[in-house]
């Protein structure tokens, strides 16, 4: 791109999180799958990037808190909306040896509405060096403003944004397979950076190895292609350096795997934003996500 900014805009939901204690009773959180990368980027990357959020909260007492958490957390707020008559959704985390299911209430969460309007988002979107979204962002919105968003998206591509792009595919935010599977798909095609994980779509696409999943974003568009598979092999490809291959070291206690991926995605970011090699900035994705999943709770203090 022709200038930089050294600004990261996250883009999706943020949500009162309800995260188990050892003693049965749960804490209230904040977290997102997009604000946790972007929470993550602030404590990653240097003081000279600015990481902002790009929302819509409510006008009430909670909204005003959460707000206030991302204001102290770094995370910059003013390309989050405030609309009346709506508040923010809330999930409760259920853990079963480290693995976690979610239990969901967003009927009236203000963020389904943040792409409503097409001239804000592209205001939010200018001076922007990597705008970072996900499959969740696009599953919350309706067919209209999905389209909203994408042509925003392909706008600031076109201007030297970089698109950064995480397919987090939940089946249960969608109508069904096909509509999901499509919306990424269309999604991928404004992307430069896409960070899917090979158990969903290898799972929702009938792949069988990370190397189709791969062809298939190359395919798309995309000059950067990291594949997550969990504790597995992760398996790259950028443009200049071919397919790379990483083993993550094992962890030796996973307490809550929730944020692994979203932290991966900042570690990752964090460093191939700076120029750092295929194989490092996989490593940095590494050693941060397996710093998180050893704590409770998506956000967690980790060693940087």
């Given at each position: ?10 883009i999706g939901e943020c949500m009162v999180e309800m995260a188990p204690r050892a003693d049965g009773a749960y804490t209230r959180n904040f977290a997102g799958d997009t604000f946790n ?170 792949e069988t190895s990370p190397l189709e999943t791969i062809a298939r974003y190359r395919n798309a568009g995309a000059s950067t292609i990291v594949v997550k598979n969990g504790v597995g ?50 490593g940095r994705g590494a050693q941060v996500a397996a710093q998180v999943i050893g704590k409770r709770g998506a956000l967690v203090g980790i060693d940087v």
């Amino acid at each position: 791109m022709n200038e930089r900014h050294h600004r990261v805009l996250a883009i999706g939901e943020c949500m009162v999180e309800m995260a188990p204690r050892a003693d049965g009773a749960y804490t209230r959180n904040f977290a997102g799958d997009t604000f946790n990368t972007a929470w993550y980027l602030r404590r990653l990357l240097p003081e000279a990037w600015s990481v902002d959020y790009c929302s819509a909260v409510g006008e009430d007492r909670i909204s005003d808190h959460m707000l206030g958490f991302m204001q102290k957390a770094g995370v910059g707020t003013d390309s989050v909306r405030r609309i009346s008559g709506r508040t923010v959704g809330l999930y409760m985390i259920e853990l079963d040896n480290g693995e976690r299911s979610f239990s969901y209430w967003r009927g009236q969460s203000a963020a389904k509405l943040l792409a409503r309007d097409r001239d804000v988002l592209s205001a939010a979107l200018e001076r922007t060096d990597v705008a970072l979204f996900s499959g969740i962002t696009l599953a919350i919105l309706s067919e209209e403003d999905r389209r909203n968003l994408l042509e925003a998206l392909a706008e600031a591509r076109r201007r030297g944004t970089r698109v950064a792009f995480d397919p987090n595919m939940r089946l249960r935010l969608w109508p069904n397979v096909a509509v999901m599977c499509a919306a990424v798909a269309e999604a991928a095609e404004v992307a430069d950076i896409v960070l899917p994980s090979f158990d969903e779509d290898g799972q929702y696409y009938g792949e069988t190895s990370p190397l189709e999943t791969i062809a298939r974003y190359r395919n798309a568009g995309a000059s950067t292609i990291v594949v997550k598979n969990g504790v597995g092999r992760i398996h790259a490809e950028g443009r200049e350096e071919g397919v790379v291959t990483f083993d993550p070291q094992p962890v030796a206690q996973v307490v809550d795997t929730t944020a692994a991926g979203d932290s991966f995605n900042a570690g990752f970011l964090s460093v191939r934003l700076s120029g750092a090699s295929m194989g490092d900035a996989i490593g940095r994705g590494a050693q941060v996500a397996a710093q998180v999943i050893g704590k409770r709770g998506a956000l967690v203090g980790i060693d940087v």
